[in-house]
Structures are given as structure tokens and as C-alpha cells.
């Protein structure tokens, strides 16, 4: 009998959770390949470690941009690859899959995302949005008729949704999440110490001392990279003060998506939000301040979830389980009323 599994393809990480064992799979996004053959050399941990420091002949790439899929035979490999070392697949039956995408993708990419999954080995398939996932492994219980508000800020996409009776009320996604925030990192270094540094480095600085509020005594860091004038190797020292700036105007532009989704909740579940607070989960909510910051501008209080990292792939786990409950459920109340008739 085949195990049914829950996964969060994400723009950095791939997260799976087994039924029955939790989350036992996190690997970041990424796929390396022979160039000339197409052969795939590396996936996950092994091929990221590889990112900036490729020969010419191997390529790491990242699948996945903005939450969906931008390479399809990269995608499949890479999730066939995943759910091979997991060991989840009967003798003749395969796994039901439950695997998440932003609220905003089209048809096109939603087909794409399903057929992924199947090729790589995965039974029935469906395919559910990340806030309300993510709401239900947070520990929100979105089935009552009261509203909560999510945040699900991953790597390629901030998705802000208000939940209320198992479904969703409002909502918006917007590309903007950790990826960004990296990028602006590694443009603010350059235009202001004038060095270049990868995509790694950028996201390590995050990581130590990315901050959403300014501090009175901020942490400071070391960077090397290149010299944008002669090109040659150099050292520089950044702080949390900084960073604050690099990272502003992003942030700024998730808390702006938020008021506007705070903007047409009716009424009764503005109300509940004002009591309940504002969940953050997702990577990006460990940014540290960034309750703080939210707090601050969106007038209610906000909390980021115990394991934000984790919650999308827990919430697809559950979500199918409940599922699975709710069939077996029918199932049983049809045989019983079969019986009666009889």
C-alpha cells in the first residue's frame, strides 16, 4: 500500500511530509546538469551547493521562479528524484499527493504543477492553495465560521489570504518574498560598497543580520566578494542598520498587499481579525522584526508561527488525511444505509 504524501514545491525548498511521520524531506529547490548532455548530475542539497561555482559545463538550476514552475522536465526529475529516496510507493499502487501553489496561478500552471506530480510518481494529485494550507499547519482551525488571517511569506511569493468557514474570502499574491529580498541585499552592497557577491552570500547576510527595524546597537558582518572597479577580491563590513534599508521598500510592498486585502473583508471578519491577530508562517517570516513591523502598520496584532518553515508541507499532509477521514466516512455511512435497505 502506497503512503500518501503532502508536498511543498517551493521556490527555495521542497518539503515533503509522509503520512504518519511528519515532515521528512527538505532540500532546496535545485537541480544541477551536465550542459552538453542534459544529464542530471546533482538535486537538492548537493546541487546547492554548487550555485555560483559551476564550470561552464554544469548548470545549477532553480526550477521553480515566483512559486511556479519555469522549467517542466526540470520540475519532474527533480520531484521524481524526491520521492524515490522516500521509499513511499506500494507494489501496485502509487501515492495520493497533495501539493500546494500560490493563489494567483493560472490554468496553464496549475496543469503544469499537477502533471509534474504524476509523472514523478504520484497516484491522484491535488493541488490546493499555500495560504490555507499553510493556515491549517500554523494550527488554525479555518473550518469554523470566524475569520483568520494569513501570511505565507516563502521564497518566490507573498501570499496573503482571510479564511473563514474551510475556504478562502480574499486574497493576493505577489513575486515578492526571500528571492527578493536577496537580490536586494546583493544590489544594495553593490551600489553602496561597491562589490559584488552571489546569490549564497546575499542570502547568508539575510540569514545573520537581515532585520525589518532599525536597532540602536546593530550586529555588524563581514563580506567578500568581488570589486565592482578592478575586479579583484575584497572585504567589506555591513550591519543590521543596513540591511534595514536594503530590505525596506520590499517589505513595504507585502505590507501594502496586505491593507489592500484588509480593505475588503466584511466586516464581521475584520472584527475576528482584530481579536485573533495575523499569522506569518513561510521562511521569510523569520526575518527578524518582522512582526514587529507588521504589527506596526497593519493596526492588529501579529505572530509568526512555531514552525514556519514547516507549515505548508504539514498543512498538505493534514488536508489529505482529512480527506481521506471524510471518504472513508461516506463510505461507511453508504455500506450502513445499503445494509438497512436490505
Same mark, same amino acid.
Not at 488536508?319 to 435497505?341: A, D, I, P
Given at each position: 500500500m502506497a503512503t500518501d504524501i503532502g508536498i511543498d514545491l517551493g521556490t527555495a525548498n521542497v518539503l515533503i511530509y509522509v503520512q504518519g511521520k511528519g515532515i521528512v524531506l527538505n532540500e532546496p529547490?535545485?537541480?544541477?546538469?551536465?550542459?552538453?548532455?542534459?544529464?542530471?548530475?546533482? =538535486?537538492? %542539497?548537493?546541487?546547492? $551547493? /554548487?550555485? !555560483?561555482?559551476?564550470?561552464?559545463?554544469?548548470? @545549477?538550476?532553480?526550477?521553480?521562479k515566483n512559486g511556479v514552475i519555469s522549467d517542466f522536465d526540470v520540475t519532474q526529475e527533480m520531484l521524481s528524484y524526491f520521492i524515490g529516496k522516500l521509499s513511499v510507493k506500494g507494489v501496485m499502487s502509487k501515492p495520493n499527493i497533495m501539493i500546494c501553489a500560490p493563489t494567483n496561478i493560472t490554468e496553464i500552471e496549475r496543469k503544469a504543477i499537477i502533471q509534474a506530480a504524476e509523472q514523478a510518481g504520484g497516484g491522484k494529485v491535488y493541488l490546493e492553495y499555500e495560504p490555507k494550507v499553510a493556515a491549517i499547519g500554523a494550527g488554525l482551525d479555518i473550518f469554523k465560521p470566524s475569520g483568520n488571517m494569513v501570511i505565507d511569506m516563502g521564497g518566490g511569493t507573498s501570499d496573503i489570504a482571510v479564511l473563514s468557514?474551510?475556504?478562502? =474570502?480574499? %486574497?493576493?499574491?505577489? $513575486? /515578492?518574498? !526571500?528571492?527578493?529580498?536577496?537580490?536586494?541585499? @546583493?544590489a544594495y552592497i553593490k551600489d553602496h560598497h561597491g562589490l559584488i557577491?552571489?546569490?549564497?552570500?546575499?542570502?547568508?547576510?539575510?540569514?545573520?543580520?537581515?532585520?525589518?527595524?532599525?536597532?540602536?546597537?546593530?550586529?555588524?558582518?563581514?563580506?567578500?566578494?568581488?570589486?565592482?572597479?578592478?575586479?579583484?577580491?575584497?572585504?567589506?563590513?555591513?550591519?543590521?542598520?543596513?540591511?534595514?534599508e536594503a530590505l525596506h521598500d520590499t517589505l513595504s510592498q507585502i505590507i501594502r498587499a496586505a491593507i489592500s486585502v484588509l480593505e475588503v473583508v466584511p466586516p464581521e471578519l475584520a472584527s475576528?481579525?482584530?481579536?485573533?491577530?495575523?499569522?506569518?508562517?513561510?521562511?521569510?517570516?523569520?526575518?527578524?522584526?518582522?512582526?514587529?513591523?507588521?504589527?506596526?502598520?497593519?493596526?492588529?496584532?501579529?505572530?509568526v508561527s512555531e514552525k514556519p518553515l514547516d507549515n505548508v508541507a504539514k498543512g498538505a499532509g493534514e488536508?489529505?488525511?482529512?480527506?481521506?477521514?471524510?471518504?472513508?466516512?461516506?463510505?461507511?455511512?453508504?455500506?450502513?444505509?445499503?445494509?438497512?435497505?436490505d
Open positions: 529547490s535545485v537541480v544541477a546538469i551536465d550542459a552538453q548532455s542534459g544529464k542530471v548530475l546533482a =538535486v537538492g %542539497s548537493e546541487a546547492y $551547493r /554548487m550555485v !555560483g561555482r559551476t564550470p561552464s559545463n554544469i548548470r @545549477a538550476i532553480r526550477p521553480l468557514l474551510g475556504d478562502i =474570502v480574499c %486574497s493576493r499574491s505577489i $513575486r /515578492m518574498a !526571500g528571492d527578493k529580498l536577496n537580490s536586494d541585499i @546583493a557577491i552571489g546569490e549564497h552570500t546575499a542570502e547568508q547576510i539575510k540569514m545573520k543580520i537581515g532585520t525589518a527595524l532599525k536597532v540602536d546597537n546593530p550586529e555588524k558582518m563581514d563580506v567578500r566578494g568581488r570589486d565592482v572597479t578592478s575586479g579583484m577580491p575584497r572585504q567589506i563590513e555591513t550591519n543590521e542598520n543596513e540591511m534595514e475576528d481579525i482584530i481579536d485573533r491577530g495575523i499569522m506569518l508562517t513561510g521562511g521569510t517570516s523569520l526575518l527578524k522584526g518582522i512582526d514587529q513591523l507588521f504589527s506596526s502598520h497593519l493596526k492588529v496584532p501579529v505572530v488536508m489529505l488525511e482529512r480527506m481521506q477521514k471524510t471518504s472513508n466516512e461516506k463510505s461507511s455511512h453508504t455500506s450502513w444505509f445499503s445494509r438497512k435497505k
